[in-house]
């Protein structure tokens, strides 16, 4: 009998303590590349693919139209006035950074520690982490009114002699997230050579051939190939880890350094972290729901990987609600007047409705998890995924509105209304996500096939497999 | 190219099998007979394997130069800039204020040992390569799916066209292939 008859013939058992195995149904080396490779190289694109391109696409050719615009006439088109200078620019920045930590989480953090079952999700996680920091890292860059320029960042030799500053958390930030997209990138690619060389095996044009040829550098799987890729993946896994965790820390300083009530909090690096890999994972599912049904990959990212995501969202919610908590209570334990009011405004000032609908989206609605039904059952995944989501984005908006607009002083105060164009620009970046992440399904082999051979049964010498 | 039918000028013999099994017995006794120019392809890292092929692993002295070079670059770059070539006097504050330099310091050291270790795993890899002679033998495209490939090279100091050919049929591999140069 050989290997593939005897993996085929025996049967997937979940694990103790588990109920459904990280592979569903039998699958052998073969068969495991066919259905994931055929995505890419023989099955015909599914109409869904075409529709939500098709609208995602329209949502990009209005972010461009927009950004256009607003490189025309300034970023006066935005909203923005004295004191909220920030509003959605800011807030959607750090909506879509924190998006992108649950990628690196799952990628770096879960192979550190050995978790099998992350196998079939890593790829398009991390594609989602590289997608989410690219809109990410586009908003401080429209929003600093002169965008052509923003070189200025960066230390260089130039002829004003003038440097950055490096005491400012911003420019801290520039170099945290040119670094977090430069090291996802790298981690992505050479994760991914391996699988391009079977996509180049099994293509049977020219075009594709050559495209993924090209991409997988030569990759011939021999053992000395292996021990630098394993090697460099761990280190890079190594490295990515506390990267991860710096990222959304130096995003929060950008917030906590400046002296203003309501921000000016050490509570606020773990906050924004656990709330980053809250609302990241609420996009994994987001992506992974859709994606499993429309492709049939149900038998690889299987009701164990959606149960055991749904549980890292509830206990990362469960730190944000102890935050949310906390808040509130050292504004008081201060007895500072000024933190007392922002607490105050928050909860029924102009944008309380902000306040309240952040508590039900990520705190009342996500006690629902505890349920093993809303963790297993993929459509109520997916709502209460959704509403994790858009409850992560009110809390940012939340975070800064209330804090800009009531300052030290009430002749300094304003309100925020925003405008069409901070309305068109994030829901065009919305589009310019999905269109990178469809692309990404449609082009490249969006769930690790090497990794997942090594789940297989017979796939160690001796008849074992890895978990 | 199945064994004898070669024109041109060969590369090496290169064993099939179905089985890491059976792989990674064949790659030991081929070490044990005194083979050093030998290589196994698989489908996905096997890690006995480490022990058996020969070669050297220097990617993790690499990637520690790389974050070492990260971290002085940074920390040299920040306390010159704000110290000698654009100092700020904020207040009568230090200029060499160490504490705020710790974040970049830490971004940089993870960004250049990153590309050490991505940079440093392609060049020791030899990528990128467009072509090597076992991409001659057209069955050889099913080591990235569900094939195990042992191939002893010809310039191996061993090789014998007939004692290599036993040794490797011994363990009896799918099929027996000689792959060309050209």
């Known amino acids: ?467 | 190219m199945r064994l004898g039918q070669g024109k041109g000028l060969l590369y090496g013999y290169a064993a099939e099998f179905d089985d890491p099994t059976q792989l990674v017995d064949a790659t030991r006794a081929v070490r044990q007979a005194g083979y050093e120019r030998f290589e196994a392809y698989t489908p996905y890292p096997i890690r006995e394997l480490d022990e058996i092929v020969p070669g050297w692993n220097p990617l993790a002295a690499i990637v520690l130069i790389g974050g070492i070079a990260g971290a002085l670059t940074a920390w040299i770059m920040q306390s010159w800039i704000a110290v000698v070539d654009f100092p700020i006097n904020v207040g009568g504050r230090p200029l060499y204020s160490w504490p705020s330099f710790v974040p970049i310091t830490f971004e940089l050291t993870v960004l250049f040992a990153s590309l050490a270790a991505f940079f440093g795993a392609l060049g020791l890899c030899g990528f990128p390569l467009p072509h090597h002679p076992v991409f001659n033998l057209k069955e050889f495209a099913r080591v990235s799916e569900d094939r195990f490939f042992l191939c002893i090279e010809a310039r191996d100091s061993q090789f014998n066209l007939q004692k290599t050919a036993q040794l490797l049929d011994a363990f009896e591999p799918l099929e027996l292939w000689e792959i060309e140069k050209e």
């Open chain 1, 1 to 467: 009998m050989t290997v593939a008859e005897k993996q085929l013939r025996t049967p997937r058992r979940p694990e103790p303590g588990t109920s459904v195995p990280v592979i569903a149904g039998a699958e052998s080396f073969g068969t495991l590349t066919e259905q994931i490779t055929s995505v890419v190289l023989t099955r015909p694109t599914p109409l869904f693919w075409y529709c939500t391109f098709g609208v995602a696409m329209a949502a990009l050719i209005m972010f461009v139209i927009s950004v256009t615009y607003l490189l025309y006439r300034g970023v006066g088109v935005f909203g923005i006035e004295v004191p909220v200078a920030w509003a959605f620019a800011i807030t959607n920045f750090v909506w879509w950074i924190g998006i992108g930590h649950a990628g690196t989480l799952i990628s770096a953090i879960l192979l550190l520690l050995n978790q099998g079952w992350r196998n079939s999700i890593n790829r398009f996680a991390e594609a989602m982490t590289i997608f989410a920091v690219m809109c990410a890292g586009l908003f401080p860059l429209i929003h600093l009114g002169r965008p052509w320029i923003f070189y200025w960042l960066l230390p260089y030799p130039n002829t004003m002699h003038v440097q950055p500053q490096f005491r400012s958390p911003l420019v801290w930030d520039v170099f945290a997230v040119s670094t977090y997209a430069t090291v996802s990138l790298l981690f992505w690619y050479l994760g991914m050579i391996p699988d391009l060389a079977s996509l180049r095996d099994r293509s049977r044009n020219r075009l594709a051939y050559g495209f993924y040829g090209v991409l997988s550098l030569g990759w011939r799987g021999a053992s000395r190939h292996w021990r630098f890729h394993e090697t460099a993946s761990i280190l890079l896994a190594g490295l990515a880890t506390p990267l991860v965790l710096s990222v959304h820390t130096v995003v929060s300083f950008d917030f906590t350094i400046a002296i203003l009530p309501g921000w000016h909090s050490t509570i606020f690096p773990p906050y924004f972290v656990a709330g980053a890999i809250y609302s990241g994972f609420a996009m994994v599912l987001i992506l992974a729901i859709p994606i499993r049904k429309v492709y049939h990959l149900e038998n690889l990212v299987t009701e164990r990987h959606l149960n055991n995501c749904a549980k890292l969202m509830l206990a990362t919610g469960l730190i944000l609600a102890y935050t949310y908590a906390i808040e509130p209570f050292t504004s008081w334990y201060s007895g500072d007047t000024f933190e007392m009011a922002v607490v105050h405004y928050r909860a029924v000032g102009p944008h309380s409705w902000t306040f309240w609908l952040t508590l039900t989206c990520n705190v009342f609605i996500p006690q629902l998890l505890w349920f093993r039904k809303f963790r297993t059952d993929p459509k109520r995944l997916f709502f209460v995924s959704f509403v994790i989501l858009y409850g992560m984005w009110v809390e940012r908006y939340m975070i800064i509105i209330t804090s800009l607009h009531r300052d030290f002083l009430p002749s300094a105060w304003s309100n925020f209304i925003a405008s069409p164009w901070d309305v068109s620009v994030l829901v065009g970046s919305i589009g310019l996500f999905v269109v990178c992440f469809l692309l990404f399904v449609r082009f490249l082999p969006m769930i690790s096939m090497f990794e997942m051979r090594e789940l297989l049964p017979f796939s160690r010498p001796g008849g074992g497999m890895e978990k």
